[in-house]
């Protein structure tokens, strides 16, 4: 079954980081655009970040500019999403998905493949 697999939630402290990871099985990700997402309890879903195929592109969230980085390696067939200074407001499951080559603007567009999502918890 082709699929994205996320890894790398938790608890962590107010301030502290966390990397996930967006690993694909049994498909290449050198031609598919990576985006996070995240859900919090009793909210939408929101579009965070993503990365172009080529890794050239990138783009983020006001929620996030200046405090998450997005990267991938596709030798590795992984794409990775670092969070740093991270707050409360953060909590949330953490969902990445694949689209053809590019980023869609505002996030929004139909996405080939998703992952079953990680749980991110900033609590004190």
């Known amino acids: 079954q082709l699929q994205l697999v996320e890894s790398g939630g938790g608890l962590v402290q107010p301030g502290g980081s966390l990397r996930l990871s967006c690993a694909a099985s049994?498909?290449?990700?050198?031609?598919?655009?990576i985006t996070w997402f995240r859900q919090a309890p009793g909210k939408e879903r929101e579009g965070i970040s993503c990365i172009s195929s080529s890794g050239y592109s990138t783009n983020y969230a006001d929620s996030v500019k200046g405090r998450f980085t997005i990267s991938r390696d596709n030798a590795e067939n992984t794409a990775y999403l670092q969070m740093n200074s991270l707050v409360p407001e953060d909590t949330a499951v953490y969902y990445c998905?694949?689209?053809?080559?590019?980023?869609?603007?505002?996030?929004?567009?139909?996405?080939?493949?998703w992952g079953q999502g990680t749980q991110v918890t900033v609590s004190s």
């Open positions: 998905a694949a689209a053809a080559y590019l980023c869609y603007d505002a996030f929004l567009g139909v996405y080939d493949y």
């Open positions: 049994k498909f290449s990700l050198d031609t598919y655009a």
